[in-house]
């Protein structure tokens, strides 16, 4: 049973997915709303809440990763963040990889 708060809007709003870049500074060439299935273009929805989202090259992640987890859940200076050992690692975008 659903609450009684609970509308037709709110259903509409669970089953949407995020779509869209929240790392501090998002680097696609078109804008934080676009996205592709694979590569560094590829969305990454946080694996725990899914409320928050990263381009793959945006968090300095390799095209292969598939799990990322946002600061919120993985709490800043947890260790949970991917350690990237290129030229990018200082770009780091305030996002955390899982």
Do not use: F
Not at 8 to 33: F, N, Q, T, V
Not at 86 to 91: K, M, P, Q, T
């Amino acid at each position: 049973r659903k609450p009684t708060w609970w509308d037709a809007g709110a259903d509409a709003m669970w089953r949407e997915r995020h779509r869209r870049c929240d790392a501090s500074r998002c680097l696609h060439p078109e804008g934080r709303e676009q996205a592709e299935g694979e590569g560094p273009w590829g969305l990454l929805l946080c694996s725990s809440c899914a409320a928050e989202g990263t381009h793959r090259r945006c968090s300095v992640l390799a095209d292969s990763t598939d799990t990322w987890e946002c600061n919120t859940c993985a709490g800043v200076g947890t260790g949970k963040r991917q350690t990237a050992a290129c030229h990018w690692a200082g770009a780091r975008q305030g996002l955390a990889a899982g």
